[in-house]
């Protein structure tokens, strides 16, 4: 969730496995919790190099933003990563 919630960009994949109505769920539930990462649309996770790489797109407001309104999700609901981190 934090991860959604912070990113600048965000890859929607394997679109063409999924209904209509299960892609526009997808996508509005990433917009209700990131309404301003781009979002790409992808099969067999191709998205050209140029829409993810070399954006410069770090804003610490907006990420101080995006985590201050995430709710305490991982604590309580038990989604954490059992106590290891991710560089």
């Known amino acids: 969730l934090k991860q959604v919630a912070c990113a600048d960009?965000?890859?929607?994949?394997?679109v063409d496995l999924v209904?209509?109505?299960e892609r526009t769920r997808a996508v509005a539930t990433l917009r209700d919790i990131n309404?301003?990462?781009r979002l790409?649309?992808?099969?067999?996770?191709?998205v050209?190099?140029?829409?993810?790489l070399g954006l410069k797109a770090f804003d610490k407001d907006r990420l101080a933003a995006s985590v201050l309104?995430?709710?305490a999700f991982?604590?309580?609901s038990g989604h954490g990563h059992g106590g290891h981190h991710h560089d």
């Not at 790409?40 to 191709?46: Q, T």
Request: zero cysteines.
């Open 74 to 76: 991982e604590e309580e």
């Open 40 to 46: 790409l649309e992808s099969r067999f996770a191709e």
């Open 69 to 71: 309104s995430l709710p």
């Open 9 to 14: 960009v965000l890859i929607l994949n394997k």
């Open 48 to 52: 050209p190099l140029g829409d993810i």
């Open 19 to 21: 209904s209509e109505t």
């Open 35 to 37: 309404p301003t990462a």
